[in-house]
């Protein structure tokens, strides 16, 4: 199918009942599991034998390869760490590219390059498959609860067709623009959630070297013009030192790094996130990398000598 035939594909299709899954992690575990609880059929891959397992005892069915995942599917999710792994799934003898699944619908709900994904949109278009990317916001907490904000670019028709699947796993779900607005609204996204847990941390650090209650001080900013969500959700942890992940600080780099790539593609200065990078890298230079965004407290701690990591 070419990709003007594209446009009239959405009508003619049926409802999409068979999904393949791949990439199981900390968000896509629980994404898997909702759909499961919404009646999908699901058929499952991951390069992790465990993730796998994990979703079988939940009630998905194992993939033996991404082909057979492909053409057993009505349609294919994608949530994986990067653009390289997206790619990496769609590319190939094995890939989804050469093997798509029925109703021609590819959804990644990674975050990944706008540019990598307007690049695969068009390339899978020109092969008669719809490609939207529909990074999702919300954390493991709103993928568990169904909760997941998602933002969809792409063919408004695909969108239509996605959006009873997408239900099933978020609640605020929008179609942003054409192919790579959802990923550049994603960065967005990401640069405010690292300037804000920023924020916090420099908020806490004086407050702690001054002697303040830091949990009187985030319940009294939780009903100013400071409250957020990282100070309501993430707070909690930044004050007790709680490096738990969560979102770790290694994917919160990747999307730094993806935002910056963007910003200087077109020209546009972003001082408050290239800092917030510096201090990001500072945490994996001292081994953090593993630990949840939240702990970019301990940078704070260093720099402040409150606490020796
Ligand atoms: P994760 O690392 O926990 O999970 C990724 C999974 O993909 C792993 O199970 C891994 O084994 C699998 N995988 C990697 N490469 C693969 C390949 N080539 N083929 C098959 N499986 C492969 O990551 P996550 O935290 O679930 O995040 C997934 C994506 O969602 C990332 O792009 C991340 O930036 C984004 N995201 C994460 C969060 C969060 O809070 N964790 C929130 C919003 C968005």
Redesign the pocket.
Known sequence: MSRQRLAGHAKETLMIKKIGF????????HMAANLLAAGFDLLV????PE?VQRAVDAGARAADS?AQLGEASDAVIL????SP?VQ??IHGADGLLAHPPAQRLIID????SPVVARQLGGELADRGVYFLDA??????V??QSASLTIMAGGDVQAFDLAKPVLQAMGTTITHVGQSGAGQTL?LCNQLICGINIQAICEALALGRASGVDLDVMREVLMGGSAASWMLDKLGPSMIQRDAK????ID?ML??LKLVQELAFDLSVPLPATSLVATQYLDARVHGEGSNGNQALFAVYDRMANQVRY
Do not use: C, E, W, Y
């Not at 791949?22 to 575990?29: S, V």
């Not at 891959?45 to 992790?48: G, K, M, P, V």
């Not at 709900?109 to 990944?112: K, N």
């Open positions: 791949i990439g199981l992690g900390t968000m896509g575990q891959h991951d390069l992790a993730a991404i949530m994986l760490p990067n792994d990496s799934v709900m990674s975050t990944i990074p999702v916001s919300g954390g493991p709103g993928a994603k992940a969560g979102f770790r994917l990747k999307d």
